[in-house]
């Protein structure tokens, strides 16, 4: 592993410390890059904006060319349709209390919505409200979701309700889980054959019912190299804006990749061979990483482990042989799962060529309901 | 297990979901309980307000006999001196930067500010601020502090830069953690053990250094109830105001003294032994809890576990021959930790006999600097 100068320039030009920095440069290569893939694959790209939660950045993805968003919560939508996105997904089979009805009948009356559904009894209270629905499909994740086989008698029910089904969704998840006797890519590849089978098959499915899917949607940063030929017109990817150490470790991406990481100080060397840094849990968030043990990756220092991780210290523990840093010296640490990092920020650190340029506000921060 | 009345109701009464209930007199009961144990002890209480986070719990505790608050950062402490407290310790080993120096000597001109410190580099640093500090000590949970033999060199060294150190302080977080062949009852009860001695250890060596520590300072939650006859003038628990699923399992509170849980509703029911809650890890945090497994505690179906945590889903797996419930029921799930759950909050709902009656703005959200 190489250690990668613009993410240390980066954390280096942060005005204090913990702080969550992001090159800028490497952001935009990587919308660009996604961005580009979806016009030589022929996919409609609608990257999911948990991720990020700025409409700066959902800016950029639109200049790109996304088609709109991908979102997880009503208060998500809101705070983009706020930004001025008028294409809405809202990738999560919602139950609709009375207010969030309300809620997205206004956000309907304003943007195109799009909302996931796996239930008659979710479907019943999302109708009226003006969004539209794609049926959501378990291609092997086992969270939510309806068996592809089930999809048609589902979206012909949400349809007698008078909703409108725009199609079929999925999100692979089960792409980054960890598997004994397979490497990452095989796990990665085996997760793009399952989406593209079961879309593939609840497209069908739908057809049978008398449906035409007019979007047939899949995840996600790992898989979205290995889409194959299916019917599969349109991907949800939202870690590859910025990537993480999961992502490295996964192979979906190199550390060159990574625009985001957490510039923290050196606060505590309580031994030759281990020191502490003042970025914990409520700075990374607390997800293990499938692929690689640790709470975090440390790249100026191969070898290296976190530990342990509080909730204001990351405990690195250095192979042997290796010098630690000093008491007041700057470390970058890359966050196993960024959507949690940056949720948990009030505010991006912008750097362009190593000079602090921006602060970007995480706008949808905590949006959860 | 009993399923928990007062938690149920509470959560009942949040306006919408995913959202942190607190039953008001379950948290009164808690504060009330460990400042009278207090006071039947001898020592004085310093709270962790990192728990919390709110002015509002930070009044009730000083009302029922508090000394002043613990918090973990300056960013904390500035919200609390804004709420009016005047003695604050910051039980961390700051590193300070020009930015943070110029804060803390603003913080301490206002208020009464201890600093804990574990390097003579950072001692250096904190000089000049008019804070005083306290010297951490490692008690066996191998994160930040020094030996305890190491205390009165560290602390004569701390002396000569000018700095008044009133004390040592210890943490001793070793008494959560997994251990095989051992009792959760066992793991604490030692971690208590090796944190009088280590606290009284530590002491004896500052008096030989000619410093006589007017604070000799422990934690806990899980050790509160366990300290012994040694030095200990000062505890500093946080979570005891909550209680949390690690709590429950640790057996230092009953789940009739978790006064914060989650109110999620029911989005999705893919199985008959299965069913999908609204609040994943934006909510609950992603802490595993190491007496016990699964995300969180859903009380009201025993045997169940929380067997998957995404960003928003929580996958709850029954028991054999439990009904699930259906698409829209309102669930409680308690939090593995609640000190990580708090912090991605806006606000906390405060439920008193069933009611919602007010809302707490969590003020020192993401204060992490």
Known sequence: MTVPSHITAAAQAAPSTPALVVDADTLDRNIARMAAAGRAGGFALRPHAKTHKCPQIAEKQLAAGAVGLTVATIGEAEAFAA???????????????????????????????????????????????????????????????????????????????????????????????????????????????????????????????????????????????????????????????FNDAMQVALGSCTVEDVALAAAATVVSVPAADRFVLDAGSKVLGADPNAWSPGYGLVPAYPGSKVVQLSEHHAVVQLPPGVTAPRHGDRVVIIPNHVCNAVNLAAELVIVREGRHVESWPVAARGANS
Do not use: C, M
């Open 83 to 241: 930004g001025g996105v008028t294409d809405l997904f809202i990738a999560y089979p919602l139950w609709l209390d009375d207010g969030k009805q309300r809620r997205l009948a206004k956000l309907a009356a304003g943007a195109r919505v799009q909302v996931g559904v796996d239930s008659v009894e979710n479907a019943r209270r999302i109708a009226g409200t003006g969004a539209s629905v794609l049926i959501e499909i378990d291609s092997g994740h086992h969270r939510t979701g309806v068996r592809p086989g089930e999809a048609g008698a589902l979206a012909r029910a949400a349809s007698e309700l008078g909703l409108t089904v725009d199609g079929v969704f999925t999100f692979p998840g089960h792409g980054t889980a960890h598997a004994a006797n397979a490497t990452p890519t095989d796990v990665r590849a085996q997760a793009a054959r399952d989406q593209e089978a079961a879309l593939t098959e609840a497209a069908a499915s739908l057809r049978d019912a008398g449906i035409e899917p007019t979007v047939v949607s899949g995840g996600s940063t790992p898989t979205a190299a290995l889409r194959g030929d299916g019917q599969i017109n349109e991907l949800r990817p939202g870690v590859y804006v």
